[in-house]
């Protein structure tokens, strides 16, 4: 079965990213699965939640925001603020990626701080909760190694990289990394949230008014894990390449991804 934009069932979307577009962020990075594009940034303030200091917990805190603007979709969605509160589902991603990045951060090791993670979705188009998470990671990893830069902290939090990924089931083939049309019609819908060492975080699925056998599932994992290893890879690349600051040649860049079609 031919995809919309003719990638083969176990390719990705073209991964893109730019380093510090928010520069009073400690580390931030716009990513982009395909047309789907998340900032993410990480930014570390030096105090913990209230709860830690009365209950005399040591370490930090790492927490998560999510939150899809108005724009990003093709009809104009209400902001959180206009209602009062955030909805359901962004409260759900926010609390993945929370998770997600616990997962692979000692928080003793970042001492009395709180690691604040902001993921806004510029543009959806299937899989910004995947794409918020291998950002964050990517965020993260950068602040962390900021902070040792500076001497602020003496040993490297992040222990692991994380990444997500989706994968599904439309009409009987598998597919990874679903773009929103193929997220909109699959029988089975799944996320994955593995680390670089191939140890699970997190597995999301449901069948959409459908059950999906073993090897269903079996088959998702496959290619999830294929899509996760050339994520982290990217990841690690983007961590890298993170040693100075955005340039002036950098804002030439980021009109040139946004003309993009």
Not at 42 to 69: C, F, H
Not at 163 to 188: F, M, N, P, Q, W
Not at 200 to 212: K, L, P, R
Request: charged share 25%.
């Amino acid at each position: 079965m031919p995809r919309p934009d003719g990638r083969s069932h176990d390719q990705l979307r073209p991964i893109d990213y730019i380093l510090d577009v928010a520069p009073h962020a400690t580390a931030s990075v716009l990513i982009a699965f395909g047309d789907t594009r998340v900032i993410c940034a990480a930014t570390i303030q030096d105090e913990v939640p209230r709860w830690m200091k009365m209950q005399n917990v040591q370490g930090g805190w790492l927490t998560a925001e999510y939150s899809m603007l108005p724009y990003s979709t093709l009809d104009r969605k209400d902001r959180d603020s206009s209602k009062g509160r955030p909805d359901g589902r962004s409260i759900e991603i926010q609390r993945l990626i929370g998770r997600s990045l616990r997962a692979v951060v000692d928080l003793k090791k970042l001492g009395q701080r709180t690691l604040c993670i902001d993921c806004d979705v510029l543009q959806a188009d299937g899989g910004t909760r995947t794409a918020s998470i291998t950002g964050a990671c990517i965020a993260a990893s950068i602040a962390f190694n900021r902070l040792l830069e500076k001497g602020k902290i003496t040993q490297q939090p992040m222990t692991k990289k994380v990444a997500a990924i989706s994968a599904g089931v439309l009409k009987g083939e598998t597919l990874l990394d679903l773009c929103y049309v193929e997220d909109r019609d699959a029988d089975v819908d799944c996320n994955l949230v593995l680390t670089d060492k191939g140890d699970f975080v997190e597995i999301q699925g449901s069948g959409e008014e459908a059950t999906f056998s073993q090897a269903e599932l079996d088959a998702m994992l496959v290619v999830g894990r294929k899509g996760i290893a050339e994520l982290c890879a990217i990841q690690q690349e983007a961590i890298e390449s993170a040693m100075k600051p955005a340039q002036a040649q950098d804002l030439a860049k980021l009109a040139a991804f946004f003309g993009k079609k």
